[in-house]
Antibody, heavy 114, light 107 residues
């Protein structure tokens, strides 16, 4: 069965970076886009972008250009998202979701605080 | 960006009620509209994809309709386990965008 396993919660300092992971299993990792989505209480859901692990192609929501960097490791079927220059506005739960948005990971909570 | 206007924001209904939730797109998105259910602390669960296709394993009391700019999620007979937040997602045009959500409670 399709599973997306995300890394654990992160508490990080303002100005720093964080890299969160999404390990896929139960399907051919290189055949589906992997999306990343941000969820903040009261701000709803925002699509950050996708990566196609088959060739590394990416597409970003312009709002997250320079904030998020998506990568993928085919050997471990793991997608990554690095968030940089973190501020309190980046505190959120971040989800990965398979290409048709049919399966979602459980989410990774990122808290930015000094 | 395509704006997805979802209504209502809150909904209180009784077990057995027919419930409808709407999403209106600011421009034509054809049928590229998904509906999700999210319970507190959990990942969203896909209910309906491409406006009217029921995801495998989802009870048949859930249905979707619409095309173009106006879409509806219907729960034909509300069950206690349906208490959750529901939201729509348009995947017609980048950047993909979500409705703000409908919180469904039992009356």
């Amino acid at each position: 069965q399709v599973q997306l396993q995300q890394s654990g919660a992160e508490l990080v300092k303002p100005g720093s970076s964080v890299k969160i992971s999404c390990k896929a299993s139960g399907y051919t990792f290189t055949s589906y886009d992997m999306h990343w989505i941000k969820q903040q209480p009261g701000n709803g859901l925002e699509w950050i972008g996708w990566i196609y692990p088959g060739n590394g192609n990416t597409k970003y929501n312009q709002k997250f250009n320079g904030k998020a960097t998506l990568t993928a490791d085919k050997s471990s079927s793991t997608a990554y998202m690095q968030l940089s220059s973190l501020t309190s506005e980046d505190s959120a739960v971040y989800f990965c979701a398979r290409g048709y948005f049919d399966f979602w990971g459980p989410g990774t909570m990122v808290t930015v605080s000094s | 960006d395509i704006q997805m206007t979802q209504s209502p924001s809150f909904l209180s209904a009784s077990v057995g009620d027919r419930v409808t939730i709407n999403c209106k797109a600011s421009q034509n998105i054809n049928r590229y509209l998904n509906w999700y259910q999210q319970k507190l602390g959990e990942a969203p669960k896909l209910l309906i994809y491409n406006a009217n296709s029921l995801q495998t394993g989802i009870p048949s009391r859930f249905s979707g309709s619409g095309s173009g700019t106006d879409f509806t999620l219907t729960i034909s007979s509300l069950q206690p386990e349906d208490v959750a937040t529901y939201f729509c997602l348009q995947h017609n045009s980048w950047p993909y965008t979500f409705g703000a959500g409908t919180k469904l409670e039992l009356k």
